[in-house]
């Protein structure tokens, strides 16, 4: 698999129409008098932004530069994302874009694939072009949050929503009033009833406030339609503890419970998901709930890259010291937030929430700012401010100072806290208008039907297209349906003809199968249609159907013999399978120093078989 390395990012503002000569870096390099030191954040949650955006008053641009990487190119509002259900904020306000929040960090918005801690080094996914980034850092955080996690738990991945991101809001509205739609034309009542059963996974704040929001949502656009105005809906909390709502007093808990069983939501407690199928979810104690919807918001697991990572770890997490530092790498990488096991000065344990993310991430940039250029340094001691939950539309629980506050005043609590902690007038005067719409008229009740394109599909090729090229990442495998491409490679500054391919063949199977770069560029003769199978689709099949993979294992095998007639794409790849290997011919060109990179940039080491 071939890389492209470069330090992180010199400039503080990105200039987006600087000539890039086709190397991803280079629009993030500008050439400096000075050497800031390279400020490398993984992730643009709470704890991420927060951390950018104290840095860019902390710091100068001569002093440091600062990446944030991210998978998206906004930051969630987390708090008020379950109101996206109900349609009381619309879907793009509970949003903000990063590069808005955080206007001197440059934004990468990719996928981090690996950290090297030893290394300094940070590997993020292929974008358009099929080559990883390798991003060089002097200081790095990791602020990757968490993600709901379903492995062990049989069915779960297929069937159950999890509810932390944007796109899972919008998706389980878009769920919600499909089978409300489904529910009103179905004539068998049971299946009715499965329809209109909701089930939630989990009893924390998360859970609840998807509940409260979700069964807000069906009660007023139930009467919309015709067939369902008098029919029942079922909601179902499962909660693995004794009461809901474990992060807060236990009054205000049980409050909570009577809100929402008045409410007609059912609390199952002391049991908890263990399995699903696209009929039922069912519970540790064997019970079983008829449901075409279910949506959980536990366990909670780390991200794959970090729980890759051979670092020392607490209950998973990332364990830092009351400075934030990674144990081992102290005044070098720093991990906070929802990734991160952190005690304050006093011992206390701190809970994944977003009003300690931001604190943290004030800490971490307080002392990341001391280790570029000296000075005091922070440590972290807030003990939190309260606890703050939202039960749907004039109810909420609210524990601050001490104080505990239910009902409607903790409801107008919650919006004016959460309201101010927004950053920016413009979502703030967003937020307030959606909610003066909302109390005025009846939630939205289109559904946005994005057709997600599935991981198959046909592509059409003109003369002279690059279907891909040498040193690309091997991502696909190509079917040819009609047309011909040719198979050439390069070595030496030369390029040779290899082979002529025609319909029903296919290639590109040898990069997928040795998990490296391709050796060969292939360009469309004649127009040409294409079947494109990605990656984990050919990986899937190949698991399930073995005589699937057999057929491209059998045909590598072929392509490998030097000389044989279709010795065309990635021969070499295949090569070292069949004991003879050859090297992957990497072009000079791709490795070498960006355009006008500082010093500190250095030639990437292309990954090697
Ligand atoms: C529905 C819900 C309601 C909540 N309500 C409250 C509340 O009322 N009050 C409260 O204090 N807290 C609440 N929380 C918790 C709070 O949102 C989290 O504690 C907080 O977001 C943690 O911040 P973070 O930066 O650690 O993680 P996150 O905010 O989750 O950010 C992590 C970021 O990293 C990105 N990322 C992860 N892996 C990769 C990767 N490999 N490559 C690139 N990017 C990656 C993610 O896309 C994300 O943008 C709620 C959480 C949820 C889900």
Same mark, same amino acid.
């Given at each position: 698999?071939?890389?492209?390395?470069?330090?992180?990012?010199?400039?503080?503002?990105?200039?987006?129409?600087?000539?890039?000569?086709?190397?991803?870096?280079?629009?993030?390099?500008?050439?400096?008098?000075?050497?800031?030191?390279?400020?490398?954040?993984?992730?643009?949650?709470?704890?991420?932004?927060?951390?950018?955006?104290?840095?860019?008053?902390?710091?100068?641009?001569?002093?440091?530069?600062?990446?944030?990487?991210?998978?998206?190119?906004?930051?969630?509002?987390?708090?008020?994302?379950?109101?996206?259900?109900?349609?009381?904020?619309?879907?793009?306000?509970?949003?903000?874009?990063?590069?808005?929040?955080?206007?001197?960090?440059?934004?990468?918005?990719?996928?981090?694939?690996?950290?090297?801690?030893?290394?300094?080094?940070?590997?993020?996914?292929?974008?358009?072009?099929?080559?990883?980034?390798?991003?060089?850092?002097?200081?790095?955080?990791?602020?990757?949050?968490?993600?709901?996690?379903?492995?062990?738990?049989?069915?779960?991945?297929?069937?159950?929503?999890?509810?932390?991101?944007?796109?899972?809001?919008?998706?389980?509205?878009?769920?919600?009033?499909?089978?409300?739609?489904?529910?009103?034309?179905?004539?068998?009542?049971?299946?009715?009833?499965?329809?209109?059963?909701?089930?939630?996974?989990?009893?924390?704040?998360?859970?609840?406030?998807?509940?409260?929001?979700?069964?807000?949502?069906?009660?007023?656009?139930?009467?919309?339609?015709?067939?369902?105005?008098?029919?029942?809906?079922?909601?179902?909390?499962?909660?693995?503890?004794?009461?809901?709502?474990?992060?807060?007093?236990?009054?205000?808990?049980?409050?909570?419970?009577?809100?929402?069983?008045?409410?007609?939501?059912?609390?199952?407690?002391?049991?908890?998901?263990?399995?699903?199928?696209?009929?039922?979810?069912?519970?540790?104690?064997?019970?079983?709930?008829?449901?075409?919807?279910?949506?959980?918001?536990?366990?909670?697991?780390?991200?794959?890259?970090?729980?890759?990572?051979?670092?020392?770890?607490?209950?998973?997490?990332?364990?830092?010291?009351?400075?934030?530092?990674?144990?081992?790498?102290?005044?070098?990488?720093?991990?906070?937030?929802?990734?991160?096991?952190?005690?304050?000065?006093?011992?206390?344990?701190?809970?994944?929430?977003?009003?300690?993310?931001?604190?943290?991430?004030?800490?971490?940039?307080?002392?990341?700012?001391?280790?570029?250029?000296?000075?005091?340094?922070?440590?972290?001691?807030?003990?939190?401010?309260?606890?703050?939950?939202?039960?749907?539309?004039?109810?909420?629980?609210?524990?601050?100072?001490?104080?505990?506050?239910?009902?409607?005043?903790?409801?107008?609590?919650?919006?004016?806290?959460?309201?101010?902690?927004?950053?920016?007038?413009?979502?703030?005067?967003?937020?307030?208008?959606?909610? =003066? %719409?909302?109390? $005025?008229? &009846?939630? !939205?009740?289109?559904?946005?039907?994005?057709?997600?394109?599935?991981?198959? +599909? *046909?592509?059409?090729?003109?003369?002279?297209?690059?279907?891909?090229?040498?040193?690309?990442?091997?991502?696909?495998?190509?079917?040819?349906?009609?047309?011909?491409?040719?198979?050439?490679?390069?070595?030496?500054?030369?390029?040779? =003809? %290899?082979?002529? $391919?025609? &319909?029903? !063949?296919?290639?590109?199977?040898?990069?997928?199968?040795?998990?490296?770069? +391709? *050796?060969?560029?292939?360009?469309?003769?004649?127009?040409?249609?294409?079947?494109?199978?990605?990656?984990?689709?050919?990986?899937?099949?190949?698991?399930?159907?073995?005589?699937?993979?057999?057929?491209?294992?059998?045909?590598?095998?072929?392509?490998?013999?030097?000389?044989?007639?279709?010795?065309?794409?990635?021969?070499?790849?295949?090569?070292?399978?069949?004991?003879?290997?050859?090297?992957?011919?990497?072009?000079?060109?791709?490795?070498?120093?960006?355009?006008?990179?500082?010093?500190?940039?250095?030639?990437?080491?292309?990954?090697?078989?």
């Amino acid at each position: 698999m071939e890389t492209e390395l470069c330090s992180a990012v010199t400039p503080q503002e990105p200039a987006p129409d600087t000539p890039g000569g086709g190397n991803p870096c280079a629009d993030f390099n500008q050439t400096m008098s000075t050497d800031p030191k390279q400020v490398v954040i993984l992730g643009g949650g709470f704890a991420g932004v927060y951390t950018a955006r104290c840095l860019e008053k902390l710091l100068r641009s001569e002093e440091a530069s600062i990446t944030l990487i991210n998978r998206e190119n906004y930051w969630v509002y987390q708090p008020m994302l379950p109101e996206v259900i109900s349609g009381s904020i619309g879907l793009t306000n509970v949003v903000s874009p990063i590069r808005r929040l955080c206007p001197r960090t440059n934004l990468i918005m990719r996928e981090v694939d690996d950290i090297d801690l030893q290394k300094q080094i940070v590997t993020i996914s292929p974008g358009f072009r099929p080559r990883q980034l390798q991003l060089k850092y002097d200081h790095l955080v990791i602020a990757l949050g968490n993600i709901t996690d379903f492995h062990g738990m049989p069915g779960m991945i297929e069937n159950a929503m999890p509810f932390r991101t944007l796109a899972d809001a919008m998706v389980l509205r878009n769920h919600l009033i499909h089978v409300l739609e489904e529910a009103d034309v179905e004539e068998n009542p049971e299946l009715r009833r499965q329809l209109l059963t909701f089930v939630v996974g989990g009893g924390g704040f998360s859970g609840v406030e998807v509940m409260a929001e979700l069964n807000d949502f069906v009660r007023s656009v139930k009467r919309n339609y015709l067939r369902l105005r008098n029919e029942p809906h079922s909601c179902v909390v499962v909660q693995a503890g004794d009461r809901i709502l474990p992060e807060m007093s236990e009054t205000l808990a049980l409050f909570a419970q009577r809100i929402l069983r008045k409410r007609g939501v059912e609390i199952i407690l002391n049991d908890r998901l263990r399995a699903a199928t696209s009929e039922r979810a069912i519970l540790q104690s064997g019970t079983e709930i008829p449901c075409k919807t279910l949506i959980s918001t536990v366990p909670s697991a780390l991200p794959p890259v970090i729980q890759k990572l051979d670092c020392h770890k607490e209950h998973g997490k990332l364990l830092v010291n009351t400075g934030l530092e990674l144990k081992d790498y102290e005044g070098n990488v720093w991990a906070l937030g929802d990734c991160a096991s952190i005690k304050t000065v006093a011992g206390t344990r701190v809970p994944p929430t977003a009003q300690h993310a931001i604190r943290e991430a004030t800490t971490a940039a307080i002392n990341i700012a001391a280790a570029v250029r000296g000075g005091k340094r922070a440590e972290f001691g807030f003990e939190g401010l309260g606890t703050l939950g939202s039960l749907g539309h004039g109810a909420a629980v609210a524990q601050i100072f001490g104080v505990k506050i239910s009902g409607l005043l903790a409801w107008c609590l919650w919006r004016c806290i959460y309201l101010m902690k927004m950053p920016g007038l413009n979502r703030k005067v967003r937020i307030v208008t959606d909610w =003066l %719409l909302h109390l $005025l008229f &009846p939630p !939205e009740l289109a559904q946005t039907k994005i057709a997600f394109e599935s991981g198959i +599909r *046909n592509q059409h090729f003109e003369p002279g297209d690059f279907i891909f090229q040498q040193g690309d990442l091997g991502d696909s495998v190509y079917v040819i349906e009609e047309g011909e491409c040719e198979v050439f490679r390069e070595q030496k500054g030369e390029q040779e =003809l %290899l082979a002529t $391919l025609g &319909p029903g !063949e296919y290639f590109g199977e040898m990069a997928l199968l040795s998990d490296r770069s +391709r *050796n060969a560029t292939i360009r469309a003769r004649i127009a040409m249609d294409i079947l494109i199978i990605p990656k984990a689709d050919f990986n899937k099949l190949r698991q399930r159907l073995p005589v699937f993979g057999e057929v491209f294992t059998e045909l590598a095998t072929r392509r490998a013999v030097p000389g044989s007639p279709h010795s065309s794409a990635e021969p070499s790849t295949l090569g070292g399978c069949c004991g003879q290997p050859i090297p992957i011919p990497t072009p000079e060109s791709e490795l070498g120093p960006m355009p006008g990179s500082p010093p500190a940039v250095r030639a990437a080491t292309p990954a090697k078989q």
